[in-house]
C-alpha cells in the first residue's frame, strides 16, 4: 500500500523556507543564543516570556499534540528548566534561524541527553520549538515531575 504524502506544512524542511527569516538572521541568531544561554543559566522566567513570539507552539515528550501560545509554553519551559539539574548545552548548529541545540542534565538521579530544534521568527523571538530527550527512563521521570503540574496550571481560569 503506497504511503499517504506528507503534510505540506510541517514547519520543518525545505517548506518552511517562507518562515525562516534570511536578511540578518545570522545576527538574529547570534543575538537569541546569547540571551537564550543566560536565560537558561538563570533561570530567568521573566526573560524566558519576553523571547517567545505570541503565537509560540513547542513539541515535548510525551505530548503528540503541540502545545501553543506564550502562556502555556513559558509555563511548560519553565517547568523544565526549573525541574532538570545540572543543565547544560554542548554542540550548537545554525542555519538562518533555525537553530539546534545539544544539552545534557539529570533528573531524579538520571542523566538524560536531548536537543532544543529551535526556529526564530523575524524579529528574533521564538515560533517553534522541538525537545528531544533521550532516554526514555529520563524522560518518564521528568514528566512524573512535570505533568501534575501542567496539569494544575491547565486546569486554573484565565
Known amino acids: 500500500m503506497p504511503r499517504p504524502p506528507p503534510p505540506t506544512d510541517t514547519g520543518v524542511g525545505p517548506g518552511c523556507r517562507d518562515r525562516i527569516p534570511e536578511m540578518g538572521s545570522s545576527e ?58 545540572g543543565f547544560s548545552y554542548h554542540r550548537e548548529w545554525q542555519q538562518g534561524g533555525e537553530l539546534a541545540l ?35 527512563n529520563a524522560v518518564n521521570a521528568l514528566m512524573g515531575i512535570i505533568t501534575p503540574q501542567l496539569a494544575t496550571f491547565l486546569a486554573e481560569p484565565d
Open 102 to 136: 545539544e544539552f545534557t542534565g539529570r533528573v531524579e538521579g538520571l542523566d538524560l541527553q536531548g536537543i532544543d530544534l529551535i526556529s526564530l521568527d523575524t524579529e528574533g523571538s521564538i515560533a517553534r520549538l522541538d525537545v528531544l530527550i533521550r532516554p526514555v
Open 28 to 85: 538574529l541568531a547570534s543575538a537569541f543564543l546569547t540571551d537564550w544561554h543566560r536565560i537558561v543559566a538563570e533561570q530567568d522566567l521573566e526573560a524566558l516570556h519576553e523571547i517567545l513570539a505570541e503565537d509560540v507552539s513547542i513539541g515535548a515528550p510525551p505530548y503528540w499534540q503541540r502545545l501553543e501560545g506564550r502562556k502555556l509554553v513559558h509555563h511548560l519551559l519553565g517547568l523544565i528548566i526549573q525541574t532538570i539539574e
